[in-house]
T-cell receptor, first 118, second 111 residues
Framework: GAVVSQHPSRVICKSGTSVKIECRSL??????MFWYRQFPKQSLMLMAT?????????EQGVEKDKFLINHASLTLSTLTVTSAHPEDSSFYIC??????????????FGPGTRLLVL | AQRVTQPEKLLSVFKGAPVELKCNYS??????LFWYVQYSRQRLQLLLR??SRESIKGFTADLNKGETSFHLKKPFAQEEDSAMYYC?????????????FGKGTKLSVKP
């Protein structure tokens, strides 16, 4: 089946620094990728939808200037947490599906990135 | 508003016992529902979806529009079924079909 990778799997950074997380679809092209955040013992919450070649769509309450998303190619989306603070510590998960408008497709999830901001 | 509710945070059963993980949804249109599973230290993966009407690893789920439910069932639980289970709803009206997740139910199957 389709594979989605994320890098890094874990990152620890100091407060005030920026962290970039990559999401790659390894064997298919993804015009749309989704970024979720999962706090401990809570569900996945959609942060934003990443669209190849256009601006990302952010969910209500998610700061677009803090969580920069770049979908530079059909196989890569990046999420940059700018000026990270301890409250940004979380598990970030991306998902991707092979086709943009075919709602019958399956979403494939990356393994997630654990961010810890000290 | 679109919403997925999983009322149980934890469900503990003995091996061989039947298991039912509850999921209720709120959606104005025709829903598309999924069950995802996350085994320990593994990524989230699709278990089944209602449009396929399939049985995966002995699990089945029937969409009941009258009760707005999509409960996950297995007649005889196995220890390897222990995992987090998430019910999800496709949000057609949202960001190009993103998934709305319930809070998850941790299934623990004891020997």
């Amino acid at each position: 089946g389709a594979v989605v990778s994320q890098h890094p799997s874990r990152v620890i950074c100091k407060s005030g620094t920026s962290v970039k997380i990559e999401c790659r679809s390894l064997d298919f092209q993804a015009t749309t990728m989704f970024w979720y955040r999962q706090f401990p013992k809570q569900s996945l919450m959609l942060m934003a939808t990443s669209n190849e070649g256009s601006k990302a769509t952010y969910e209500q309450g998610v700061e677009k200037d803090k969580f920069l998303i770049n979908h530079a190619s059909l196989t890569l989306s990046t999420l940059t947490v700018t000026s990270a603070h301890p409250e940004d510590s979380s598990f970030y998960i991306c998902s991707a599906g092979p086709r943009r408008t075919e709602f019958q497709e399956t979403q494939y999830f990356g393994p997630g990135t654990r961010l810890l901001v000290l | 508003a679109q919403r997925v509710t999983q009322p149980e945070k934890l469900l503990s059963v003995f091996k061989g016992a039947p298991v039912e993980l509850k999921c209720n949804y709120s959606y104005s249109g025709s829903p598309e529902l999924f069950w995802y599973v996350q085994y320990s230290r593994q990524r989230l993966q699709l278990l089944l979806r209602h449009i396929s009407r399939e049985s995966i690893k002995g699990f089945t789920a029937d969409l009941n529009k009258g009760e707005t439910s999509f409960h996950l069932k297995k007649p005889f639980a196995q220890e390897e079924d222990s995992a987090m289970y998430y019910c999800a709803l496709r949000n057609y009206g949202g960001s190009q079909g993103n998934l709305i997740f319930g809070k998850g139910t941790k299934l623990s199957v004891k020997p």
